[in-house]
C-alpha cells in the first residue's frame, strides 16, 4: 500500500497530540535541566523543539522574581526587584529576552551599552531622565527609548515613585548576567564586592559593556 493515504489519516491524530502537549500543565522547575530556580519549565513535548519555544501567558507578577544583590557603591546604586518573564528558559525563547523591573526613586541604571543586542525600554510608570548616545532627555509613563546594539545608555529615577519597566532584548545573552548578580526572591541577598562584580562584568562583556558610572 501506498504510504501517503495512510499518513494522511494519521494527520488528524498528529495535530491532536500537538495540541495536548501545548496544554499540559508545566513541570516544576527543577525538572528542566540547566533551568535557574523560578524559572517557568516548558514540557518535554516541547523541549524536543529547539528552535520553537512554548506559548506562555504570564500575569502582571508571574515569571522569574529576582532581587539585585547590593552592588558596591562605587560601581553601582541599582537595587531593583526584577522578573525575567522570557528567554531561553522561560518559555524556550531562542532569539529573545524580556524582563520588567522597577527602579526606586534617586537610583540609575548606570551607563553601559550590548555589543550584539538592540534594546527597547518601555516605562510604564515614573519619571526620569535617559542620557542616549550622549543626548540627555527627560522620560514619563508611554515612553519608548529604543538602543541599537553599541550606543550608550543611563536611566536615573528622577521622581518620587517607583520608575517601571518593559526591557526587550533581540538577542539573548545579557539574562545570565542579571542572574549573576541577583538572587530568586525571598532568597538572602549578599552584598557584592568591588572585585566580585568587577569579574562578573568581565565573565559577560560579550553581552554587556559598562562605562563609568
Known amino acids: 500500500m501506498h504510504p501517503l493515504p495512510a499518513l494522511r489519516r494519521l494527520a488528524p491524530i498528529a495535530a491532536t497530540l500537538g495540541l495536548a502537549a501545548a496544554c499540559a500543565p508545566r513541570r516544576p522547575a527543577p525538572d528542566h535541566p ?5 524559572a517557568v519549565a516548558p514540557t518535554t513535548a516541547v523541549l524536543a523543539h529547539t528552535e520553537q ?15 539585585h544583590r547590593p552592588p558596591p557603591a562605587a560601581l ?16 524556550g525563547a531562542p532569539e529573545f529576552f524580556m524582563m520588567t523591573s522597577e527602579i526606586a526613586p534617586g ?9 550584539h543586542s538592540d534594546e527597547i525600554l518601555f516605562v510604564r510608570d515614573g519619571t526620569g531622565r535617559a542620557v542616549l548616545a550622549g543626548r540627555e532627555v527627560a522620560v514619563t509613563a508611554g515612553a519608548t527609548i529604543y538602543m541599537p546594539r553599541n550606543t550608550s545608555v543611563r536611566l536615573r529615577n528622577t521622581g518620587t515613585q517607583p520608575l517601571r519597566l518593559i526591557a526587550i532584548f533581540s538577542q539573548p545573552g545579557y539574562e545570565e548576567y542579571m542572574r549573576d548578580i541577583s538572587v530568586p526572591e525571598g532568597a538572602v541577598a549578599a552584598p557584592l564586592t568591588v572585585e566580585e562584580l568587577t569579574a562578573i562584568r568581565a565573565r559577560h562583556r560579550a553581552h ?3 562605562g563609568q558610572p
Open 53 to 67: 519555544g512554548q506559548p506562555l501567558v504570564l500575569q502582571e507578577s508571574e515569571g522569574e522574581r529576582r532581587v
Open 107 to 115: 537610583e540609575e541604571i548606570p551607563p553601559h551599552e550590548h555589543p
Open 76 to 91: 553601582s546604586s541599582l537595587t531593583a526587584a526584577f522578573i525575567i518573564k522570557v528567554d531561553r528558559h522561560n518559555g
Open 34 to 38: 540547566g533551568a535557574p530556580p523560578g
Open 208 to 210: 554587556v559593556v559598562y
